[in-house]
């Protein structure tokens, strides 16, 4: 049994002193917090996109394999090309893609119908494209000079046998499959995925499909945030469901979490109120926090901690706070869990379309829609909601998220912005 800690907000060392952090420095430190995993696993490549691979992978065959045939056309040798031209030769043979050449002896002055992807006989050096050969019966006559090499491509020239293809830590796309697949790897060895813990607490809370009480309201952050997480393969979801308002039942359920996940999020029940018991659940397992309070909104009592090597982020309940906590501090360390290293914020420039007074030293993050391009191109916005942070309608219709910066106290039409699109086809 742990011994229960009272991590309260007065005495945990993130914030004895309640001080309230810059959001860069709170998404800093929960990044400090993130461990890669360790433990691998071996994958069809099938079933392997946009995991991230466990080892440097080392090329097992030339590729391509066999010299063979860029075009359609006919392999010569060069030195059949004497005097001038048009150059005639006899049509000696013909090999397809997948043909073995059984290589009977060509004579002097013989050409060999090919195509593309054949393997290319040994001796001939050149592929001339039909373009540039006219057919007359059983021969060809040539126009152009061959190139050494043309049309020819050779063994190897892309992949040497045994050179380095593929770092640890890449991720695996569709065409790095592909390298793979031609390298002949049916199985790949991948870093096992990140579990990621969720548990939505409120006493108030019902999940869709089951019947709505007096004073109760749905669960939008169980699906909101399962959906963010659901883009990243390398993620794995372990949903604890609703949780109420109770140390003993949060207690539990963190226990549980510490024992299967890597990463755990809370929504709900982290502000300073009696019915708040997220961080004294923290507590009871050894956990300690490392963000208090966050100079943001929405989101500023959002927590970030540990407990053991878990990285914990508990976000605040209300929908569109617990997404900006975690899009802006939780989300971006998730992928070094994952073993992919820093994932750049994906941002744009943009303008504002719109005049707001907002409060200075505080980061205020708002729906927005695109109405238009300004004269360089850039996105003019118009603000949705006007500002009412708990407005489900503002965010599901903005096409995104824009940043006002903490040191600007009013925004004003042609303000540059920054831009966080939330869509995503
Ligand atoms: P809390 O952070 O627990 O004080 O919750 C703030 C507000 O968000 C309250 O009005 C809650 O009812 C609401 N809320 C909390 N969790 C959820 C959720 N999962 N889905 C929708 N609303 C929530
Ligand atoms: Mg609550």
Redesign the pocket.
Known sequence: MKTAVALTIENCAAGADGRVIPVDIAAAKALAIARTVSETEQVPLIAATGRVLARDIRAPIDLPPFDNSAMDGYAVRITDFTGAGPWELLVGGRIAAGDVYAGEAVRPNEALRIFTGAPVPDGFDAVVMLEHCERVGDRIAVSKFPRRGENIRHAAEDVGANSRIMDAGAQLSPQRLALLAGQGLDAVEVLRKVRIGLI???T??RDPGEALGRGQ??????VMIRSMLSVSPWAEIVDYGIVPDRQDALAEAFGEAVLHCDVLVT?????A?EE?HVVSALGHHGGTLDVLKVAMRPGKPVKIGRIGGMLFAGL????NAALVTFRQIALPAIPTIAGLGNVAPDWSAAVAGFAYDKRLGRTEFVPVRITGRDDLGLPVLDMLGRGSS?SLMAMALADGIAMLPPDVLSIHRGLPLRFESLCRS
């Open positions: 939505s607490t409120g108030e809370l309201i749905y669960n939008s952050n169980r929504t709900g029940g982290v502000s109120g708040d605040p309940g209300n929908p708990a």
